[in-house]
């Protein structure tokens, strides 16, 4: 089944300490995004990837990176993670028109990331 | 800017009744999406149903079915049947061409046996 994969499901990672996360995706799509999601709160969109091209949120602070080598593949990568950085980490994905209008967004499972 | 507004934080009902939660949203936009998403504890979110706001007919998916107002601003989500795996979190939200999915706050729902 086409499916969003996220890995790990779990991640503890030390004040500071960088720390990557990665989602890989079978459904072909063009547009992937990332997303935080503090425990009973909406998901807050960090960036997004539009085939090669990075649109970064406005409030998306400097620590969180991205990096797409590939169409099926985004990491997450956070620099330096802060207490406040713990939280679960959402990607999707949806495929985009040449408009740049786009569909239906899928979600992977997420990775929770602790910060001791 | 989009708003979406869910203005019910947590809901209960016992297993088998029907419930409904409501989401209104903030528009000048004429043509849209909106979606009811499903979140349940640790688990993964889910697309529950999908309505594009050119159709004046509502969307349907098994036991879930939406009741959408267009000149309201209102996209509510009826749970028919309900059953103890619809308990999660439900976040309505709104999405209009390129720009990005708006959430609303969430209702909590719990299905109780």
């Known amino acids: 089944d086409a499916m969003v994969i996220q890995n790990p499901r779990y991640q503890v990672t030390q004040f500071g300490k960088p720390v990557t996360l990665s989602c890989s995706q079978t459904l072909n799509h063009n547009v992937m995004y990332w997303y935080q999601q503090k425990s009973s709160q909406a998901p807050k969109l960090l960036f997004h990837y539009y085939d090669k091209d990075f649109n970064n949120e406005a409030d998306t602070p400097d620590n969180f990176q991205s990096r797409r080598p590939n169409t099926s593949f985004c990491f997450l990568d956070i620099r330096s993670p802060g207490l406040g950085d713990a939280a679960m980490y959402l990607c999707?994905?949806?495929?985009?028109?040449?408009?740049?209008?786009?569909?239906?967004?899928?979600f992977g499972p997420g990775t929770r990331l602790t910060v001791l | 800017a989009q708003t979406v507004t869910q203005s019910q934080p947590e809901m209960s009902v016992q297993e088998a009744e029907t419930v409904t939660l409501s989401c209104t949203y903030d528009t000048s936009e004429s043509n849209y999406y909106l979606f009811w998403y499903k979140q349940p504890p640790s688990r993964q979110m889910i697309l529950v149903i999908r309505q594009e706001a050119y159709k004046q007919q509502n969307a349907t998916e098994n036991r879930f079915s939406v009741n959408f107002q267009k000149a309201a601003k209102s996209f509510s989500l009826k749970i028919s049947d309900s059953q103890l795996g619809d308990t999660a979190m439900y976040f309505c939200?709104?999405?209009?061409?390129?720009?990005?999915?708006?959430f609303g706050q969430g209702t909590r729902l719990t299905i109780n046996p």
């Open positions: 999707a994905t949806s495929r985009a028109g040449t408009s740049g209008r786009t569909d239906t967004q899928y």
């Open positions: 939200a709104f999405k209009q061409g390129a720009q990005k999915l708006v």
